[in-house]
């Protein structure tokens, strides 16, 4: 238990549907990130909020769409995704603070998405 | 920029044995944080380590140890007396504020029994 809590597990989803994939943090973090693992391949940061403002978004195509309602709470909205996005999507937060457990980036199990 | 590099894309060491995986860095920055993580079959990435750039003491959590040399830009993590469940890839990241991190590319350790 890291503290950063994500539903769906495992996703399987058509390339016309639209889900939603949550994050849930109880950390008590200011920041929040989705990233992408694929097979062999490093880790791509998605989107980073800051206080549930975007900071960051990697060049990320617009069939992704998060929401950050508040500090505690992330979304991944998917909609006409391609099979190439089958992948393992991994939110995490942190607390820019100084401290033992600051500056430090806790992440959640992960949802296991498969784009048939 | 900042760029972490693991240069072991796979490593592999006998069940009790020593091993240590690589990782250098390049900042410009002089206090900053490093980090070790642990991503096993299950996928969850778990911190394994943290050190404190501005910390000269190298950080230990049981078996686990690093070997920080600031100078060098070096941040090496040694596992002693391997063990099956540290069968997993190993990331290294760094960060210095601001909520930005970046991850090295990974090294996959597998343990022998």
């Known amino acids: 238990e890291t503290g950063v809590t994500q539903t769906p597990r495992h996703l399987v989803m058509g390339m016309t549907n639209k889900k939603s994939l949550k994050c849930e943090q109880h950390?008590?973090?200011?920041?929040m990130y989705w990233y992408k693992q694929s097979a062999k391949k490093p880790l791509e940061l998605m989107f980073v909020?800051?206080?549930?403002?975007?900071?960051e978004n990697n060049s990320v195509p617009s069939r992704f769409s998060p929401e950050c309602p508040n500090s505690s709470h992330l979304f991944l909205h998917l909609h006409t995704l391609q099979p190439e996005d089958s992948a393992l999507y991994l939110c995490?937060?942190?607390?820019?603070?100084?401290?033992?457990?600051?500056?430090?980036?806790?992440f959640g199990e992960g949802s296991w998405l498969t784009v048939v | 920029a900042q760029t972490v590099t693991q240069s072991q894309p796979e490593m592999s060491v006998q069940e009790a044995e020593t091993v240590t995986l690589s990782c250098t860095y390049d900042?410009?920055?002089?206090?900053?944080?490093l980090f070790w993580y642990k991503q096993p079959p299950s996928r969850q990435m778990i911190l394994v380590i943290r050190?404190?750039?501005?910390?000269?003491q190298n950080a230990t959590e049981n078996r686990f140890s690093v070997n920080f040399q600031k100078a060098a830009k070096s941040f090496s993590l040694k596992i002693s007396d391997s063990q099956l469940g540290d069968t997993a890839m190993y990331f290294c990241a760094y960060t210095n504020t601001g909520n930005q991190f970046y991850f090295g590319t990974g090294t996959s350790l597998t343990v022998i029994p």
């Open positions: 995490a937060s942190s607390q820019d603070q100084v401290g033992p457990s600051g500056n430090t980036i806790y």
């Open positions: 050190q404190e750039a501005y910390k000269q």
């Open positions: 950390l008590g973090h200011n920041a």
């Open positions: 900042t410009s920055e002089s206090n900053y944080y």
């Open positions: 909020y800051n206080f549930k403002e975007q900071t």
